[in-house]
Nanobody, 129 residues
Framework: EVQLVESGGGLVQPGGSLRLSCAAS????????MYWFRQTPGKGLEWISS????????YYEPSVEGRFFVSRDNAKATIYLQMNSLKPNDTAVYYC??????????????????????WGRGTQVTVSS
């Protein structure tokens, strides 16, 4: 059974940083692209980042590019999202997502929906002073 468990969320002041982690199990982590999404009641579901199976290619939604950095440790079956210069409108529940297909993925996940792939339960990030 595929399991994805996010952690690292919390309350942070504007301009601060957080590092999210997502621990994966139940599949061969090193052969799957992974994604980060976020969701808010107002803006809905938003794709944040895509990362290739070996970590060699990474892609970002323009509003986070240069502030957020995705990485993975295949030996630990974990994906990370380093978030810097956080803004109030980064407040959301953040999800990691597994591409169900081995080896291939979507550099731009903008059109993906909750019906795609396998999702963790999410971690809340609140940016507020």
């Amino acid at each position: 059974e595929v399991q994805l468990v996010e952690s690292g969320g919390g309350l942070v002041q504007p301009g601060g940083s957080l590092r999210l982690s997502c621990a994966a199990s139940g599949f061969t982590f090193s052969t799957h692209w992974m994604y980060w999404f976020r969701q808010t009641p107002g803006k809905g579901l938003e794709w944040i980042s895509s990362l290739s199976y070996n970590g060699g290619s990474e892609y970002y939604e323009p509003s986070v590019e240069g502030r957020f950095f995705v990485s993975r440790d295949n030996a630990k079956a974990t994906i990370y999202l380093q978030m810097n210069s956080l803004k109030p409108n980064d407040t959301a529940v953040y999800y990691c997502v597994r591409d169900p297909r081995p080896w291939v993925g979507y550099p731009n996940g903008k059109l993906l929906t909750r019906a795609f792939g396998d999702w963790g339960r999410g971690t809340q990030v609140t940016v507020s002073s």
